[in-house]
């Protein structure tokens, strides 16, 4: 099972992208979202994530900047992006699963990922 992430693109800096990731109505057991992003050269790290809950945790480097929310119904999660900057440049990934507390900031607590999506961010 594959999530559908969308909404990359170039942006100038101080710019804004939303990003969306869907998942399939049916197949999949999400209670927690995230979004990781992976810059040339360097290892994926985590943005941002929220769980069923409904706590929030960003990463320190997008707080204040970025935005996670979801739509249930839809089974959609989003990442407003504003103030972009040329280091938020990276390929964006979706992540879903039921991750705990001490996961939820790990690619090992998600079981289900889309395939990224490019932002690039000009200066």
């Known amino acids: 099972v594959q999530l559908q992430a969308s909404g990359g693109g170039l942006v100038q800096s101080g710019g804004s992208l939303r990003l969306s990731c869907a998942a399939p109505?049916?197949?999949?057991?999400?209670?927690?979202w995230g979004w990781f992003r992976q810059a040339p050269g360097k290892e994926r790290e985590f943005v941002s994530a929220i769980r069923w809950t409904g706590a929030i945790y960003y990463a320190d480097s997008v707080k204040g900047r970025f935005t996670i929310s979801r739509d249930n119904a839809r089974n959609t999660v989003y990442l407003q992006m504003n103030s972009l900057k040329p280091e938020d440049t990276a390929v964006y990934y979706c992540?879903?699963?039921?991750?705990?507390?001490?996961?939820?900031?790990?690619?090992?607590?998600?079981?289900?990922w889309g395939r990224g999506t490019l932002v690039t961010v000009s200066s």
């Open positions: 992540a879903g699963g039921r991750p705990i507390t001490s996961t939820i900031r790990t690619e090992g607590g998600y079981a289900y």
């Open positions: 109505g049916t197949g999949v057991d999400i209670n927690g």
